[in-house]
T-cell receptor, first 114, second 112 residues
């Protein structure tokens, strides 16, 4: 069965370190998204991609970057981790660019920045 | 700027009750609205997606309605079960961007 996976599931890091969160989907979807979920803010979009070599900034993109070298993967990099980036991170993918398709979510990565 | 609100923030009902969860959005120019379920410590599971041209969608005991003109959606759960206990999130896509804008969710507890 097609799926979307994230690794690691839990991560503890120190302020200032570079961290990369992996997202891999086997749906063969063109669209991929990264969200963060925080109490009181719900889920907010960080970055998204409509296909290979395409990346776009979302609502809360400062301090994060993504790259899309193939259809299956969209890694999220925290350039210099900050305590404010402690959160739960979700990756998602969807089939259609026209806003008509269901988004499928991964299980999430819990990140703690000390 | 699109804002999505869910009321109530939390709800507790006895098993077997029918219940309604509410979602409102400020900009009626949406492409679709999606309802998700999130279990503690888990990811989001899509329950229903309603296109902007549709009025409702049904899946088993779940029925979601959409009234674009009033900026409202409801998720109706029939004959609730303890296994329905979870956080329910609604999200809208405004325009052909595929960018979901989420509400903060309703935490549902179904008591046996």
């Amino acid at each position: 069965d097609a799926e979307i996976t994230q690794s690691p599931r839990h991560k503890i890091t120190e302020t200032g370190r570079q961290v990369t969160l992996a997202c891999h989907q086997t749906w063969n979807h063109n669209n991929m998204f990264w969200y963060r979920q925080d109490l009181g803010h719900g889920l907010r979009l960080i970055h998204y991609s409509y296909g290979v070599q395409d990346t776009n900034k979302g609502e809360v993109s400062d301090g994060y970057s993504v790259s899309r070298s193939n259809t299956e993967d969209l890694p999220l990099t925290l350039e210099s981790a900050a305590s404010s980036q402690t959160s739960v991170y979700f990756c998602a993918s969807s089939e259609s660019r026209q806003g008509q398709a269901t988004q499928y979510f991964g299980p999430g990565t819990r990140l703690l920045v000390l | 700027k699109q804002e999505v609100t869910q009321i109530p923030a939390a709800l507790s009902v006895p098993e077997g009750e029918n219940l309604v969860l509410n979602c409102s959005f400020t900009d009626s120019a949406i492409y679709n609205l999606q309802w998700f379920r999130q279990d503690p410590g888990k990811g989001l599971t899509s329950l229903l997606l309603i296109q902007s041209s549709q009025r409702e969608q049904t899946s088993g005991r779940l029925n979601a309605s959409l009234d674009k003109s009033s900026g409202r959606s409801t998720l109706y759960i029939a004959a609730s079960q303890p296994g329905d206990s979870a956080t329910y999130l609604c999200a809208v896509i405004g325009g052909a961007t595929n960018k979901l804008i989420f509400g903060t969710g309703t935490l549902l507890a179904v008591q046996p």
